[in-house]
Nanobody, 125 residues
Framework: QVQLVESGGGLVQPGGSLRLSCAAS????????IGWYRQAPGKEREGVSC????????YYSTSVKGRFTISTDSANNTVYLQMNSLNAEDTATYYC??????????????????WGKGTLITVSS
């Protein structure tokens, strides 16, 4: 069973940056894709970014494309989410998850089996 622990959340001013980390244990990153999701109060959970750790394919939601970057450190079984140009709409609890993300018949398909407990990001002045 894979255990995932997020870190790096906190309070940041609009326009600022943060880097989230997702440390995985109990499994090898190469067997899973790692996705970042977020959920703001009163809103549905949203898939933000995903990386296929086997072939390096990356995926981003339209709301974060160009501002967020997902990457892996396989030696340390860690996935990062670099977030730049943050705004109030990015305020949410961010979760990392392990599963798959791929393209099937031209459409992205994500499915997660394991979840971390989340880390809160608040973007406010």
């Amino acid at each position: 069973q894979v255990q995932l622990v997020e870190s790096g959340g906190g309070l940041v001013q609009p326009g600022g940056s943060l880097r989230l980390s997702c440390a995985a244990s109990g499994g090898t990153l190469g067997y899973y894709a790692i996705g970042w999701y977020r959920q703001a109060p009163g809103k549905e959970r949203e898939g933000v970014s995903c990386i296929d750790t086997l072939d390096g394919s990356t995926y981003y939601s339209t709301s974060v494309k160009g501002r967020f970057t997902i990457s892996t450190d396989s030696a340390n079984n860690t996935v990062y989410l670099q977030m730049n140009s943050l705004n109030a709409e990015d305020t949410a609890t961010y979760y990392c998850a392990a599963g798959y993300c791929t393209v099937i018949a031209g459409r992205e398909s994500w499915g997660m089996d394991y979840w971390g407990k989340g880390t809160l990001i608040t973007v406010s002045s």
